[in-house]
């Protein structure tokens, strides 16, 4: 993992940022002292992206990928990988103020500017000095890397 706590990866769509970063992630030993955190816009993509890395793990979703989503929870004590929307994750922060189950989190499709993830990586980004174990890792394919870089210092 980089020595850096957060790190931006922008690419093409189609690229493989989504499915596999949370597979490079796993093979640096993420996951481990906590869950991979995976965020998507929307439940129908946290659904398939689930999905889709299950069967490229060659695991049963549910078990070391699970998602969440608002009516539905495929997770588990063993979920390694945890792929969720990003109002998943901010509703967590009620239980959980530093997200200590996880030790890596994955903002996938940050260029959506939604309000959950504007309210998340300002949440985030307070939380990061309390939390020098956690990775974080912000992906799109259209982001401005100078304003994201700024808004994260």
């Known amino acids: 993992m980089p020595k850096h706590q957060v790190v931006i990866v922008a690419g093409e769509t189609g690229s493989g940022k ?22 998507q816009p929307r439940r129908v993509a946290a ?15 549910g078990e070391q990928v699970g998602f969440q989503i608002r009516f539905g929870d495929q ?28 030790d890596t989190l994955i903002i996938d499709e940050a260029h959506e500017r939604s309000l959950n993830i504007d309210f998340l990586l300002g949440y ?10 956690l ?9 401005d890397l100078e304003r994201f870089l700024k808004a994260l210092q």
Request: with cysteine; hydrophobic share 40%.
């Open 124 to 133: 985030i980004k307070r939380i990061l000095p309390k939390r020098p174990d």
């Open 18 to 39: 989504t499915t596999q970063l949370p597979k490079i992630c796993l093979e640096l030993g993420r996951g481990v002292l906590g869950t991979i955190g995976h965020t």
């Open 47 to 61: 659904r398939t992206v689930a999905a889709r890395l299950a069967e490229e793990l060659a695991v049963p979703i």
């Open 75 to 102: 997770t588990s004590d063993r979920t390694l990988i945890k792929v969720m929307t990003d109002g998943i994750l901010l509703a967590e922060t009620q239980n959980d103020r530093f997200l200590e189950q996880y």
């Open 135 to 143: 990775k974080v890792i912000i992906t799109s394919a259209t982001i």
